[in-house]
């Protein structure tokens, strides 16, 4: 894990949810392996973290961490221990000797899970809101390829490069540019000043709110229905929350999620134990349940590699692995009431 220079604060909160994992393991009368920890900072490369970690005994290697990591490991012609990454290339890599496990909180996965959610209660022609950039285009075209896999018709999508933007990637979205064009011509054929109430386009019913952080959707979503949608259900990704509980999430009220099972209350024990080292940080709790999730998964490897109709119940969602030995998630749906996130069941 890179516990020194920039990576520091993510890996060691990786770090922090393993060794809560594995010393809980030890508490509890369950087998453990012997632990070396090595600072990929400290290394020239991956593959030399990796080589290093051979010749010091390693039988399995947990991480790295970074997708550039992931991708030098992959370009290994042998792989003599198998290697559970901490994240996944953009590439697919190559089989090459023993296994080379990636698991990660890749936001595709929640695309794909919010649109599962939202055709499972009953929505098929939908919206999408979302960011200019690399990253929207990436979580657009995951929503949008297991949208289209469900059977669901994407109506429109409409994009933004920041706060001035808004509202106008809103009423694009919503159609209410034509709204107002045609009130314009009926104005202008009757030579008069007559009273209009713009109408949103009424062939959706729902919208992916596909923003990157909780600012972003704070802001967008009071303009849905300031702009005639408030009534239209609102899905988003778990970015639209930090972490942190924050009054301010009241705008996000009725907004339908997909967050962690461990932002939702699950292994309180290990939570508690973080908490209580002093290490844990709000900011990096996903990473910890991503941690913790790893030391699950050394312990659970043989299971999962029966095929992906098999489940694990994780903290970072239920797990399962494709043939290409790549991690997905499927996440809690939960919701904003009075500002507080909330499990919700599935209707």
Same mark, same amino acid.
């Given at each position: ?7 520091? +604060? ?34 020239? *490369? ?17 991480? +790295?961490?970074?997708? %550039? ?17 901490? &994240? ?13 496990? $990636?698991? @990660? ?82 104005? *202008? ?43 239209? +259900? ?80 994780? &903290?970072?969602?239920?797990? @399962?692995?494709?043939? $290409? ?6 996440? @809690?749906? %939960? ?13």
């Amino acid at each position: 894990l890179p516990l020194s220079g920039r990576l520091a +604060p993510a890996g060691k909160a990786v770090l922090d949810g393993y060794l809560a994992s594995y010393y809980a393991a030890r508490t509890s009368g369950g087998r453990t392996a012997e632990l070396l920890v090595l600072d990929l900072g400290r290394y020239d *490369s991956a593959i030399a973290a990796y080589q290093d970690a051979l010749a010091r005994g390693a039988t399995l290697v947990v991480g +790295p961490l970074s997708k %550039a990591a992931v991708a030098d490991l992959g370009t290994l012609p042998e792989r003599p221990v198998p290697i559970l990454a901490l &994240n996944r290339a953009e590439q697919v890599l190559p089989a090459s000797g023993s296994a080379l496990v $990636q698991m @990660s909180l890749a936001p595709g996965d929640e695309a794909a899970r919010v649109a599962e959610l939202a055709y499972g209660r009953g929505a098929r022609s939908a919206l999408i809101l979302r960011p200019a950039g690399s990253w929207g285009d990436k979580v657009e075209q995951a929503l949008r390829q297991r949208w289209s896999a469900l059977g669901g018709h994407l109506a429109g999508s409409a994009t933004y490069s920041g706060r001035d933007e808004y509202s106008s990637a809103v009423k694009s979205g919503l159609d209410l540019y034509d709204s107002e064009s045609r009130a314009r011509d009926v104005r *202008s054929m009757l030579a008069t000043n007559i009273e209009f109430t713009a109408r949103r386009r009424q062939d959706v019913d729902a919208i992916f709110l596909l923003s990157r952080n909780g600012p972003e959707a704070r802001s967008i979503k009071p303009l849905l229905a300031f702009h005639y949608a408030g009534s239209v +259900p609102v899905y988003a990704t778990s970015s639209i929350y930090s972490g942190i509980p924050d009054q301010r999430d009241k705008d996000l009220n009725d907004i339908n999620l997909v967050e962690i099972p461990w932002l939702l209350g699950a292994s309180p024990g290990l939570r508690v134990a973080i908490a209580a080292g002093g290490t844990g940080s709000d900011n990096y709790t996903r990473l910890n349940a991503l941690g913790a999730d790893a030391f699950l998964l050394q312990t659970r490897f043989t299971q999962l590699q029966a095929g992906p109709d098999v489940l694990l119940r994780g &903290n970072t969602g239920l797990l @399962s692995m494709d043939s $290409q030995l790549r991690l997905h998630r499927e996440l @809690s749906l %939960a919701t904003f009431d009075g500002g507080a996130l909330r499990a919700r069941k599935l209707d």
